[in-house]
């Protein structure tokens, strides 16, 4: 009998060895996978040191020396003792501001309501209509812009002329410039905010809301209490990179100034004005002073939408 025994649990019969039997696929499955993880990260990795990390501490190099020689804070006493810093910072500032709260109200409405579409085909097409802008590079949407409001030309030259502009110099006016360029900011990037918010709420368990609906609650206030606290994730997520986005204003503020003849300013952003002490100036140590001080600020402005909507919490 106990020869039997022995026998049966030795060839892995009993519970013991169905066990042990068990894992040894599990855990060649899990290398298997942390293998191939590694895989796809290297290559990720390799592009963040190369363009990301390198060139930041390169950054930090030229920021706080001059000539190769150690040089302390002396390049961005420098730059704030510039008369085109301030206002450069005030632009940056004022369209961030337009930018991100029309984002993360506008978007995430659109999304809700987009996703509160039950027609199939009307929802799809929205989504599609919404996402179009986005395939138009940066400069190719402002030249599109710039056709648009030229009340001379755009086709929308009637709604225009009642406002009071007669001349494309007229409309982008650089008191107008922080509206004029979070339309066009929001015209080319909602659409794919659009579409993830429509994937994070498509995410929400179908239980939860049934239960909602059950209980009598109203299209606004699920979304209230329960699409919107599940969305909280999304939401700083798109702040976050939205941030990153709109403190690199260059493309738009260039493109109109070559296109108006310097109606707006040359150094109208805080990107434009490093461009032209590398470039103008040739005083790189200037420009990565610039450069560093709006990492310092989308980092620490960043930090605020991880810890308030909560990014790198288990649920």
Not at 86 to 97: F, W
Not at 241 to 248: E, F, N, V, W, Y
């Amino acid at each position: 009998m106990s020869d039997t025994i022995t026998i049966v649990t030795a060839s892995g019969a009993g519970p013991r060895g169905r066990r042990r039997g068990a894992a040894a696929p599990r855990r060649a499955a899990g290398r298997h996978q942390a293998r191939y993880g590694y895989i796809f990260v290297a290559g990720y990795t390799l592009f963040l040191l190369a363009f990301g990390i390198i060139p930041t501490l390169y950054a930090v190099y030229l920021a706080f020396t001059k000539g190769g020689q150690f040089a302390g804070i002396d390049n961005f006493v420098k730059i704030f003792n510039d008369y085109r810093f301030l206002p450069a910072v005030g632009h940056v500032a004022l369209y961030v501001v337009f930018w991100l709260i029309s984002l993360l109200v506008l978007v995430t409405l659109l999304a809700l309501v987009v996703h509160a579409v039950r027609v199939r085909w009307l929802s799809s097409a929205s989504r599609f209509l919404f996402y179009i802008p986005g395939a138009i590079a940066g400069a190719s949407s402002v030249l599109l812009w710039l056709f648009v409001l030229d009340p001379t030309v755009s086709p929308v030259s009637g709604l225009l002329q009642a406002m009071g502009f007669e001349k494309l110099v007229n409309v982008v006016a650089v008191e107008n410039l922080p509206v004029i360029f979070t339309v066009i900011a929001f015209w080319a990037g909602a659409g794919g905010w659009i579409v993830i918010m429509f994937g994070a709420l498509n995410n929400v368990p179908v239980e939860v809301m049934e239960a909602a609906r059950i209980d009598g609650a109203g299209a606004v206030k699920t979304a209230w209490y329960i699409q919107l606290p599940m969305l909280a994730k999304w939401i700083s997520y798109m702040g976050i990179m939205s941030l990153a986005a709109g403190t690199q204003l260059f493309v738009e503020p260039k493109v109109l100034a070559q296109a108006t003849k310097n109606v707006v300013p040359e150094d109208y952003s805080l990107n434009q004005l490093a461009y032209l002490y590398a470039f103008r100036q040739g005083d790189f140590s200037g420009s990565a002073a610039i450069s560093l001080l709006l990492l310092v600020v989308a980092l620490g402005l960043s930090t605020v939408f991880i810890f308030r909507g909560r990014l790198f919490e288990s649920d």
